[in-house]
């Protein structure tokens, strides 16, 4: 019978195991962490083109002081001035935050992919010292579907 506490159905054991398994990796998730944050701002950002190009191109709106100050009066006296200044953001935010995708992405995908090879190190090497007897009577095909594809 098993004693062990239990919390939300997961076994505290094998938690801490999975943490001190990760120790290795913190850094990088960390850095997967802080891309990840800015994806918000990025997405939040991606409608301030459009905002100008509908507000202060097509409609009589004055640009908004947030993005005034960053611009000459010459460019916001200029309609295809505002236009390619919009344009040239929209395209920017868009790279940006595809940037942010494709580096969390390789992050994630690094980091996963050496966790598991190191699993798999370590059940094989496991293997290594089981006993003939062992291996005789589970089959050999057993352990290696288990290091092949249990570990993820």
Known sequence: ??????????????LIRLIKETKPF???????FLL????????????IPMKIVVDSVLGSDPVPNYIAFVLSDRT?????????????LQILG?????????????LQTLSGEKLILRI?????RHVQRLSFMFHDKRG?????????????
């Open 120 to 124: 798999r190190e370590k059940l094989f």
């Open 26 to 32: 913190w850094f990088i998730i960390f850095i997967i």
């Open 76 to 88: 916001l006296q200029s309609d295809q001035a505002l236009l390619i200044f919009a344009v040239t």
């Open 140 to 152: 050999t095909a057993d352990s290696i579907y288990r290091i092949q594809y249990d570990a993820m």
């Open 94 to 106: 868009v790279f940006l935050g595809q940037i942010q995708f494709v580096i969390s992405y390789v």
């Open 1 to 14: 019978m098993n004693h062990e506490k239990k919390i939300n159905g997961q076994n505290p054991k094998i």
């Open 36 to 47: 990840e944050l800015l994806a918000t701002p990025l997405a939040i950002l991606l409608p």
